[in-house]
């Protein structure tokens, strides 16, 4: 059986937050290709596009992690 390790790297997504959490809202209805997509409408270059899918789908998986609570889990 795989165990989870939490993890809180997605808590601060720093420049990348405004579009991280409209890709996470509105993943669904994201017209495709994604990366594409939200390159066109928040600007950015690639690399940064696949780290807010990246962020976007962590955040998803891992919902109710902040720092205070991936520090208890990991103590």
Not at 5 to 24: N, S
Not at 32 to 43: D, E, T
Not at 54 to 72: I, K, V
């Amino acid at each position: 059986m795989a165990r989870h390790v939490p993890t809180t790297d997605h808590v601060d997504a720093g420049y990348l937050e405004e579009a991280v959490a409209w890709f996470a809202e509105h993943q669904s209805t994201c017209e495709r290709p994604f990366v594409a997509a939200i390159r066109r409408r928040f600007g950015l270059n690639a690399l940064d596009a696949v780290s807010v899918m990246r962020l976007a789908n962590l955040r998803l998986d891992w919902p109710n992690t902040s720092d205070e609570g991936a520090a208890n889990v990991a103590s």
